[in-house]
């Protein structure tokens, strides 16, 4: 099991913005590829971002490009999630996750946090 805490989900009005923090061990910070992931009411876990942490190559959803930015703090062993401009649409559980390598698709990922709620009003 690969513990994952995330922290930072709140309530924001829409334009707003708010970090999400996941904080991993050495381990897997070093060896896997992180990112995050989204669940709205009635609909399917989606990709958000995500991020190797040898190379730092990044995948961002099309519908958050250039408002969220994922991000890794070498010395915290800790995965950010910036979201800038947020729309009442973002309004989600976003989860953490660890895997080997990089997928979208989250039938493919092995280890998940908790999850941390975002909701975004208008």
């Known amino acids: 099991q690969v513990p994952l805490v995330e922290s930072g989900g709140g309530s924001v009005q829409a334009g707003g913005s708010l970090r999400l923090s996941c904080v991993v061990s050495w381990y897997t910070y070093r060896r896997y590829c992180m990112g995050w992931f989204r669940q709205a009411p009635g609909k399917e876990r989606e990709g958000v971002a995500n991020?190797?942490?040898?190379?730092?190559?990044?995948y961002y959803a099309d519908s958050v490009k250039g408002r969220f930015a994922i991000s890794l703090d070498d010395a915290k062993n800790t995965l950010y999630l910036q979201m800038n401009s947020l729309k009442p649409e973002d309004t989600a559980m976003y989860y953490c996750?660890?895997?080997?390598?990089?997928?979208?698709?989250?039938?493919?990922?092995?280890?998940w946090g908790q999850g941390t709620q975002v909701t975004v009003s208008s």
């Open positions: 991020i190797y942490s040898s190379g730092g190559s990044t």
């Open positions: 996750a660890a895997n080997s390598l990089c997928y979208t698709n989250p039938d493919r990922i092995r280890y």
